[in-house]
């Protein structure tokens, strides 16, 4: 037996399904979870020795690659100043300045551990500025596991949502209304009906957790619109697109400037950090200055501000991600043009580093299109490319994530390996 399933078996003896987040246990694609040894640049290495081109990248922190010298360099030096404090710090106020600068929509910042806290901050802060109960999600979105997120859609259309997890109260899903993602029609005429009522609106402007979806152009410009006429708080979910499609996230690429924005996974540079920030006089409510409460023991930790502000740093050079696109586009691309030599019905789409590969025959723009993709076709193609040393998302239903580390022929082995799985998958 390899070591990956001697781990896992051991795994499994003390820790709930052997992972500590359930999607990295394999569940969607079936066999055993890889346990990785070590990472560098656009590798990883699992227990057995295997290395293996990396496209999850720790579901996106890893935009410079892996173990990037500047950010391991910052964190050793932080880590021989001490770990944590808890108290204010010098590199805090430095990482909400950067923050600030880069995104002209955060006129204030509030450092956090995980996307979980930051989401669930803001909308307990949209909620306590309103002084409204009722939010709205999208399905097919994924916001972190607080329970008022945890909710799928009501039987009808203006019925409020039901838990989606077990331990979530039927009352804590309550205030959740779940919309259809990128169904303007809806959006109106929820508003329409409940607008008044409504204290935030929570998205992902470009959704990573039902695949990569994008909406229509014009849809994120009409919830703007309908969420300032109605008074409700605009949030966008960046943590996963935040620095991933573009320096300045989807706002920065569509124009638009949301209300709340929360961050996390490149802020950290694959340390524990989340963000939530945006206008000056919501984020006033926010504990000690204002009575929304919001804590954190390790919040601003100087290890993970160490590893952010490194970083945002390599993030902001000069045609960082002019580079990083144009690879991305290489892999989705080059996949596309294999799986069409085959006759393999693919589609596959790519915004800075974040791509979505998705079998079927066109890229989809809602969750139901989503859900018509060959899922079997998907399993199959991962675990070929596992065995062939290419690490995707183990779920159909993730976004894809290229670093400034994959070069040229990282990505060109990738795409040949593929054109080998997609012979095989034809002559099934
Ligand atoms: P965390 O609590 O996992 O740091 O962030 C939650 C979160 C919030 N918002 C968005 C848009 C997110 O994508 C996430 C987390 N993303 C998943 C990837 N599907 C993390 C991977 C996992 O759950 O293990």
Not at 9 to 18: C, L, S
Not at 143 to 172: E, I, M, Q, R, Y
Request: glycine share 12%; hydrophobic share 45%; charged share 15%.
């Amino acid at each position: 037996m390899n070591r990956n399933q001697t781990l896992f078996d051991r795994a499994q003896t003390v820790i709930p399904g052997g992972v500590n987040s359930p999607v990295r246990a394999f569940g969607s694609v079936g066999g055993s979870p890889r346990f990785i040894s070590r990472a560098e640049g656009a590798r990883i290495w699992d227990a057995d020795g295997a290395a293996y081109v990396d496209y999850v990248g720790s579901w996106g922190p890893a935009i410079t690659g892996h173990a990037h010298p500047a950010i391991v360099e910052a964190v050793r030096e932080a880590a021989l100043r001490g770990l944590s404090f808890g108290a204010p710090t010098e590199g805090e106020i430095e990482i909400a300045e950067r923050l600030c600068a880069l995104l002209p929509s955060l006129e204030m910042v509030r450092l956090v551990s995980s996307g979980t806290e930051a989401t669930m901050s803001a909308i307990r802060l949209a909620r306590g500025f309103t002084g409204r109960d009722t939010i709205i999600k999208f399905e097919g979105c994924y916001h972190g596991h607080a329970d008022c997120l945890l909710v799928k859609a009501g039987s009808g259309l203006l019925t409020f949502g039901n838990p989606s997890s077990g331990g979530v109260p039927a009352d804590f899903a309550k205030h959740t209304l779940v919309l259809d993602y990128n169904d303007p029609a809806q959006l109106e005429a929820t508003f329409r009906e409940k607008g008044d009522e409504i204290a935030a609106v929570i998205i992902e402007p470009f959704a990573g957790n039902m695949n990569f979806v994008r909406p229509g152009d014009d849809y994120l410009h009409l919830l703007r619109r309908l969420c300032t006429a109605h008074g409700a708080v605009l949030i966008f979910d960046e943590v996963m697109t935040g620095f991933r499609v573009g320096l300045q996230g989807v706002q920065g690429l569509v124009g638009i400037t949301p209300d709340l924005t929360t961050l996390g996974k490149v802020v950290g540079g694959g340390m524990p950090v989340g963000a939530f920030g945006g206008r000056r006089d919501i984020m006033e409510k926010v504990a000690p200055l204002g009575p929304v409460y919001q804590a954190g023991t390790l919040s601003g930790s100087p290890l993970a501000v160490a590893a952010g502000l490194a970083s945002l740093k390599l993030v902001s050079a000069s045609g960082f991600y002019d580079a990083l696109g144009a690879r991305t586009r290489q892999l989705t691309d080059g996949l596309a043009a294999a799986a069409a030599r085959h006759g393999v019905s693919f589609s596959a789409q790519a915004v800075g580093g974040m791509f979505g590969l998705y079998f079927a025959a066109a890229v989809p723009q809602n969750f139901a299109e989503v859900m018509t993709s060959d899922r079997a076709a998907f399993n199959r193609f991962f675990h070929a490319m596992l065995e062939a040393g290419h690490y995707f998302a183990p779920s159909a239903f993730e976004a894809g994530f290229v670093s400034s580390a994959h070069g040229e022929a990282d990505i060109a082995a990738t795409v040949a390996a593929a054109d080998q799985v997609f012979a095989g998958m034809a002559a099934l």
